[in-house]
């Protein structure tokens, strides 16, 4: 997998496109699906799954109301080529995760992976109670924040533990 968080259309499409050349399966992230697809167009096939909803700044925040964003992952999972989305639930400022999950998940016609900011186990779970295929972690591995630290490799299993159900004893 490859997520693509670049600040200029033009970075995203080389995103893409370093992809396709290094034989990516899925390609997560970007704003301009269209000419993503576009890029994706004639290259072996690639599960993508852009951002729905407005993104701006880096770190990429999502703004924007949402039945907005609901109404945007419903047009773009509509578009041949698009597999699913990668959501910035937790990068919202005001929405509810959860709630803004759901609501992505129902308007969407394929997966949903939730990126950003997802830094606990109470977030993973909230995450898959609200119906979201997946999730990345990237800083908070690195950062130490997830049971089974301070190693990533102990972090990956806690996480990886709590992903697959309802935490036993």
């Given at each position: 997998?490859?997520?693509?968080?670049s600040?200029t259309r033009?970075?995203?499409?080389r995103?893409?496109?370093a992809?396709?050349q290094?034989?990516?399966?899925?390609?997560?992230?970007?704003t301009?699906p269209k000419?993503?697809l576009g890029?994706?167009?004639?290259?072996?096939?690639?599960k993508?799954?852009?951002?729905?909803?407005?993104?701006?700044?880096?770190p990429s925040?999502?703004?924007?109301?949402?039945?907005?964003?609901a109404?945007?992952?419903?047009?773009?999972?509509?578009l041949?080529g698009?597999?699913?989305?990668?959501l910035?639930?937790?990068?919202?400022?005001?929405?509810?995760?959860?709630?803004?999950?759901?609501?992505?998940v129902?308007?969407?016609s394929g997966?949903?992976?939730a990126?950003g900011?997802?830094?606990s186990?109470?977030q993973i779970?909230?995450?898959?109670?609200a119906g979201?295929?997946?999730?990345?972690i990237g800083g908070?591995?690195?950062?130490?924040?997830?049971?089974?630290g301070?190693s990533?490799g102990g972090q990956?299993?806690?996480?990886?533990?709590?992903a697959a159900?309802?935490?036993?004893g």
């Open positions: 997998m490859l997520e693509v968080v600040t033009e970075e995203e499409l995103s893409v496109a992809g396709v290094i034989g990516v399966d899925w390609l997560l992230g970007g301009h000419d993503g890029v994706l167009d004639g290259a072996p096939p690639v993508y799954c852009p951002f729905p909803g407005t993104v701006v700044g880096h925040v999502l703004e924007g109301e949402i039945a907005d964003i109404d945007s992952a419903r047009e773009i999972t509509s041949d698009v597999y699913g989305l990668d910035l639930a937790y990068r919202h400022q005001t929405a509810d995760p959860a709630e803004l999950t759901r609501a992505v129902a308007a969407a997966p949903v992976i990126a900011s997802v830094a186990v109470a779970r909230a995450l898959d109670d979201a295929w997946g999730f990345t908070a591995i690195f950062e130490g924040r997830l049971p089974g301070p990533v990956v299993r806690e996480v990886l533990r709590a159900g309802p935490a036993s």
